[in-house]
C-alpha cells in the first residue's frame, strides 16, 4: 500500500482557513508567522479576518493557500503523521509548490515569496478581460485538446487542466475561448461554463509571467526532495532538484496533467490519497479518477485527530 499526499490549488481559499489549526498546534501558527515574515506584511489577517475578494487575489490566494497547507502538515507532525508517511507527494498548480516545500526541497520563506511573484506576474501577464477559462464537463482529454485548437484561430486557446476524466479547463483569449464552449456543447458536453478568473492561467498567454519567474528562481536554492515529487507537467515522480526548477517555469504556461498524475501513482502502488489544507476538490477529482482509492482531506484539527483514529 502506498500514499501520497496532495496539496490543493487556486480556488480552495476560504476566509478563515487555517485559523483553527493555528490556534490548536503552536507548529502551524508559526507557519502563518514565517509567511508574513517573509513577505513583509499580515497576509494571516487577511486570510482569518479579511474580505474575500481580497484573498482571492491572486497574489494573496497563492501564497495563502500554500501557508494553510504546511500549517496543516506540522499539525500532522505534531500527531505523529509527517513526511515519513507519504511516499509520493503532488500539487494541483499553485499546490505543487506545497508540495516542494513540504518534501523540503524549498523553504517555507522561498516559497511564499515565490508565489507572491507567481501570483502578482500571471495578474499582470495579460489585462483583465482579454482571457478567460472554462471547464467543460462530459468530454476526454483529447477532444477538449482538438476542439480548443479548432476555436484558437488566430488566437489562443489551449486545454490548461486535464483534471478529471470528464473535467477538463480550457485557458486562452476569451473570444476563442467562448468559441471553444460553443462548440464543445455541440459535441456533447454535458456542460460548459467560464470560470471565476482573473487571468487565463496555464496557457502561451502566461509567457510573460514564466520570464518573470526564470528570474525569481535564479535567486533561489532548491534542494533534494525528503520523497519524489510528481510534477503537473510531466505527470511523473521526479527527485533530481537541477530539475525543478525549469519544470516550475514550464508550468505557468503548460497543462496541469493532473489526472494523468494521479494514474501514475495508481500504477506507482498508491492506493491512499491525503489531501492536505484547504478544501476538498482534489479529493473528489481523486474519487473519479482513481476510485477505488482510499481518500481524506486534512484542513482542520478535527482532521488531523481523526489519523489517529
Known amino acids: 500500500m502506498g500514499r501520497a499526499f496532495v496539496f490543493p490549488g487556486q480556488g480552495a481559499q476560504t476566509i478563515g482557513m487555517g485559523r483553527a489549526l493555528a490556534e490548536a498546534y503552536p507548529a502551524a501558527k508559526a507557519v502563518f508567522d514565517e509567511v508574513d515574515d517573509a513577505l513583509g506584511e499580515a497576509l494571516s489577517t487577511l486570510i482569518w479576518e479579511g474580505d474575500i475578494a481580497d484573498l482571492t487575489l491572486t497574489q494573496n490566494a497563492q501564497p495563502a493557500l500554500m501557508a494553510t497547507s504546511i500549517a496543516a502538515l506540522r499539525a500532522m507532525e505534531a500527531e505523529g503523521f509527517g513526511m515519513a508517511q507519504a511516499d509520493f507527494v503532488a500539487g494541483h498548480s499553485l499546490g505543487e509548490?506545497?508540495?516542494?516545500?513540504?518534501?523540503?526541497?524549498l523553504t517555507l520563506s522561498d516559497t511564499a515569496r515565490l508565489l507572491r511573484i507567481r501570483g502578482a506576474a500571471m495578474q499582470e501577464a495579460v489585462p483583465v478581460g482579454v482571457g478567460a477559462m472554462a471547464a467543460i464537463l462530459g468530454l476526454d482529454f483529447e477532444t477538449v485538446v482538438h476542439i480548443a485548437a479548432e476555436a484558437a484561430g488566430d488566437e489562443v486557446c489551449q486545454a490548461a487542466n486535464d483534471n478529471d476524466p470528464a473535467q477538463v479547463v480550457i485557458s486562452g483569449h476569451k473570444d476563442a475561448v467562448?468559441?471553444?464552449?460553443?462548440?464543445?456543447?455541440?459535441?456533447?458536453?454535458?456542460?460548459?461554463?467560464?470560470?471565476?478568473?482573473?487571468?487565463?492561467?496555464?496557457?502561451?498567454?502566461?509567457?510573460?509571467?514564466?520570464?518573470?519567474?526564470?528570474?525569481?528562481?535564479?535567486?533561489v536554492v532548491i534542494s533534494k526532495p525528503v520523497c519524489p515529487v510528481v510534477v503537473n507537467v510531466r505527470a511523473e515522480a521526479i527527485e533530481e532538484p537541477d530539475r525543478f526548477r525549469d519544470l516550475l517555469i514550464a508550468q505557468v504556461t503548460g497543462a496541469v496533467r493532473w489526472r494523468e498524475s494521479m494514474q501514475w501513482m495508481e500504477r506507482a502502488g498508491v492506493t491512499e490519497f491525503w489531501e492536505i489544507g484547504a478544501g476538498k476538490a482534489l479529493s473528489g477529482m481523486i474519487k473519479r479518477i482513481v476510485p477505488g482509492a482510499e481518500v481524506r482531506a486534512i484542513g482542520v484539527p478535527a482532521d488531523v485527530l481523526a489519523l489517529k483514529g
Not at 509548490?97 to 526541497?105: E, F, K, P
Not at 478568473?197 to 509567457?207: E, G, N
Open 178 to 219: 467562448d468559441r471553444a464552449m460553443v462548440l464543445a456543447k455541440e459535441r456533447g458536453a454535458k456542460r460548459a461554463l467560464l470560470l471565476p478568473v482573473s487571468a487565463p492561467f496555464h496557457c502561451a498567454l502566461m509567457a510573460p509571467a514564466a520570464h518573470v519567474m526564470a528570474e525569481a528562481f535564479a535567486a
Open 97 to 105: 509548490y506545497s508540495a516542494l516545500c513540504a518534501a523540503g526541497a
